[in-house]
């Protein structure tokens, strides 16, 4: 798929057209359109991207992760894998008679499974969140 066809999509996404896009990132009128023949500039396909919150390398087809920061970093695996470490201990630790239950019956190991599966992927979507909304040093 081409840039242009790219942009398409995107606009149809988000339901604007070509001159919308166009008046808003500052480019002539029926730029877009004439880079399927010509090549643009790479600050025009910059403000594109940026428009759309997409990389350019989404823009240019070199991946097909929209944002760079979809992509979580090895820091970001680890920090996750230690948190559910420590989930997982505390569940263990307390399914016994006075600890964790479902409909009055102590979990098992297969409930807990399906549970911590749920909970990594809550914790993988809140720190790809994260990392776009809140600032660097702020993040805990």
Known sequence: MGLVEKIKLLCNEK??????????????????????????KIENVQKVADYFDVSTDYLLGRTNKKRYNDALTEKDEKDIAKRMAKIRQDLMEGNNDDGLAFSGEPMSEEAIESLLEALEFIERQTTKINKKYIPKGKRN
Do not use: H, L, M, Y
Not at 20 to 29: F, T
């Open 15 to 40: 339901n604007v057209t070509f001159a919308e896009v166009e008046r808003k990132v500052g480019i002539s009128n029926g730029q877009i359109r004439r880079w399927d023949n010509s090549s643009p």
